[in-house]
């Protein structure tokens, strides 16, 4: 963010978006994500990045990566696209939402560090 938009007021959104392994390189957005989750940064810790997520639909990742941005809109009309991280996701575990039958999945999502620990400490 420049200092013209520092101080301006923006509206913000996220987007996850599927990366392909090989190739780093986004192909899609992931659809069904659902409101709220986290992303936590923890340097005490071997992996140091973690994000939790909902989403309705399908899970189905194999190898492919999620990439998270929020894209902010400011008063000007501006618009940026800032990088959150990239995460390996981990599920999907199903849970059943009221009497509709509505499901959602809640995806744990590991930083990119956890490749490397499982590479050199296999086992932990």
Not at 3 to 13: C, E
Not at 92 to 118: C, F, H, M, N, Y
């Amino acid at each position: 963010m420049d200092s013209v938009h520092h101080g301006m007021r923006f509206t913000t959104s996220i987007r996850v978006m599927r990366v392909d392994r090989a190739t780093g390189l986004e192909t899609g957005r992931v659809p069904g994500i659902q409101r709220g989750g986290s992303i936590e940064r923890n340097m005490d810790t071997t992996v140091t990045e973690q994000a939790s997520l909902d989403l309705v639909g399908d899970a189905l990742f194999g190898s492919d990566l999620l990439r998270i941005w929020t894209d902010l809109t400011y008063a000007d009309g501006t618009r940026e696209s800032i990088p959150l991280g990239t995460f390996l996701p981990d599920g999907p575990k199903r849970t059943v939402i009221g009497s509709q039958g509505a499901s959602s999945i809640p995806l744990t999502l590991l930083g990119r560090l956890r490749e490397l620990w499982d590479a050199l400490f296999p086992g932990f």
